[in-house]
């Protein structure tokens, strides 16, 4: 007998489903998640929040840069953020290789 495939379609489904999965990364909220990350890589955070910070900085000084112009005050700026993210990942690079390598106990 010739299926239709639609048919295929929905025999295949129910035969690839499996029930026993478990579902918990779903049902983590958006903070709960945040925070998970955060405690797995901490220099993530710390390189956004100084990020965050040199650019509001930036942007807090452009009204007394002076006669310096706009585009070199940009530049300095862009440099600062993307230096103190780089020394972030950096540094967690570092951190993660240290409890991986050097701080796990041996068996």
């Known amino acids: 007998t010739k299926r239709r ?7 295949t489904t129910n035969m690839s489903t ?8 779903y049902d983590e909220d958006q903070g709960s998640k945040l925070i998970r990350k955060a405690k797995e890589a901490p220099f ?3 390189g956004m929040a100084g990020f965050a910070a040199i650019v509001a900085y930036g942007l807090y ?3 007394s840069r002076g ?3 706009m585009s070199l005050h940009l530049i300095h700026m862009r ?3 993307q230096g103190f ?7 967690g690079m570092g951190y993660s290789m240290y409890r991986e390598f050097w701080a ?3 068996p």
């Not at 495939?5 to 025999?11: A, F």
């Not at 499996?18 to 990364?25: A, E, F, K, Y």
Request: hydrophobic letters at 45%; aromatic letters at 0%; zero cysteines.
């Open 67 to 69: 006669n310096t112009k």
């Open 5 to 11: 495939p639609v048919e295929k379609i929905l025999q």
């Open 85 to 91: 993210v780089v020394g972030a990942m950096t540094l």
């Open 18 to 25: 499996n029930t026993d999965v478990s579902l918990s990364s």
């Open 61 to 63: 000084k452009l009204k």
């Open 79 to 81: 440099v600062a953020a």
């Open 104 to 106: 796990k106990p041996k």
């Open 44 to 46: 993530v955070p710390i």
